[in-house]
Structure formats: structure tokens, C-alpha cells
């Protein structure tokens, strides 16, 4: 079975301190990863997927088969970052297979 | 562009009743897929639907039905309501056939049901 497991629901850091969401998961075959991320009042919104290998808003992830998991990394929070974060995950180009997410984890930025 | 529609925003239904959702995909995308989240969870996937039929189903009861239109619009229907059926309902476009198509999520429909 997928599942996709993110330990922390809230995270509290400092403006410039650096940022890590957990993501760890469970497929038997070749995943694709994804983080979406919702800010107050907005719609749910992909923010990177690994196979594009890009940075959106200084932030990385680098998806670990070995660890089955697929950390979100920023090295510098900024408080426009505060929001919600799910991980989800799908059969590696599967076009349209629906996606399972994890609970998702609020990342808090204080000034 | 408007993106991906849904209405109505809020609704609040009395248990047993039945309520019916929309969603308006983004332009030229033609597939739906439907998504219910509980407070506190992440979206958990119900059905999608994709040249007017059900494609793909997740874990959830026969009281749950959905139907797609020709103009790649689509309907969620929940029967009987329960009160665990109280939920962000999110609906998310796509494009079939393309390899690494991106999906587009909806504001969602808030349904409490009391």
C-alpha cells in the first residue's frame, strides 16, 4: 500500500533559520514525490515535484529511495513561507493516478 | 483563466440528507479528480472521472457518486449524510495523456453536516 507519512504537524523556526519538513513513504514501486503547499486563504498548489529537480522559492527536495523519504529543505525561512505543507506521492509517470498525501505539517516563521 | 471552480463554498446539511458538489476544471483539462479532507488530514482521494466516466476509485461507500459532463465539468454527490462526512471537499483538474500533466487544485467546498 502508498502511504505517505510526515511525523511533525507544526513546525516553529525563526526568520533566517534553516528549514526541514519531514517526508517519508511507503510504495513498492518507482514513486514520483511532490510537495504542495496551501498559504492562508489560498488553494492547495504544487510547489516542486523531484523528477523537475527545480527550486521554488529557495526551497529543495531530493528524494532518498534508500530512506524512502523526500525532505523539504530551505536554507533561509522568510515569513512568507509560513503555511501549510503536504507531501504526496504517485506512481512515477503515471499521468493522471491520484495522489496520496500525508497529513501535512504548518510551518510557523516568527520575525 | 479562472483555474479550477468549485460551488458552492459553505453548505451546511442536516443528517441524512443529501447534497450535491461542482467543480468547473481549469481550461483544457479534461479530467476530474475529486479529494475529501477531514480536519486535521490530508486530502484523501474519492473517484476520478475523465470522458464522462468513473475512472479510478479510492476507499469510500456507494453513497458517494459523481458524474462528468461533456463540458469536462463534474458533479460530487454524497447520500445519507453522516455527520463524519463534515469536510473540505477539493476538487483537482488535470490533463489525461500527458506524462508528467500537474494537477490543479479548487478552493474546496466546506460541508458540515449537523
Known amino acids: 500500500a502508498q502511504r505517505v507519512t510526515q511525523p511533525e504537524k507544526l513546525l516553529s523556526v525563526f526568520k533566517g533559520a534553516p528549514v526541514e519538513l519531514k517526508c517519508n513513504y511507503s510504495y513498492s514501486g518507482s514513486p514520483e514525490l511532490f510537495w504542495y503547499v496551501q498559504y492562508s486563504r489560498q488553494r492547495l498548489q504544487l510547489l516542486l515535484r523531484?523528477?523537475s529537480r527545480e527550486s521554488i522559492k529557495g526551497f529543495t527536495a531530493d528524494l532518498n529511495k534508500g530512506e524512502t523519504s523526500f525532505h523539504l529543505k530551505k536554507p533561509f525561512a522568510q515569513e512568507e513561507d509560513s503555511a501549510m505543507y503536504y507531501c504526496a506521492l504517485s506512481p512515477l509517470h503515471s499521468g493522471n493516478t491520484p495522489l496520496v498525501f500525508g497529513k501535512g505539517t504548518r510551518l510557523s516563521v516568527i520575525a | 483563466d479562472a483555474g479550477v471552480t468549485q460551488s458552492p463554498t459553505h453548505l451546511i446539511k442536516t443528517r441524512g440528507q443529501q447534497v450535491t458538489l461542482r467543480c468547473s476544471p481549469k481550461s483544457g483539462h479534461d479530467t476530474v479528480s475529486w479529494y475529501q479532507q477531514a480536519l486535521g488530514q490530508g486530502p484523501q482521494f474519492i473517484f476520478q472521472y475523465y470522458e464522462e466516466e468513473e475512472r479510478q476509485r479510492g476507499n469510500f461507500p456507494d453513497r458517494f457518486s459523481g458524474h462528468q459532463f461533456p463540458n469536462y465539468s463534474s458533479e460530487l454527490n454524497v447520500n445519507a449524510l453522516l455527520l463524519g462526512d463534515s469536510a473540505l471537499y477539493l476538487c483537482a483538474s488535470s490533463l489525461r495523456g500527458q506524462r508528467n500533466t500537474e494537477a490543479f487544485f479548487g478552493q474546496g467546498t466546506r460541508l458540515t453536516v449537523v
Open positions: 523531484h523528477i
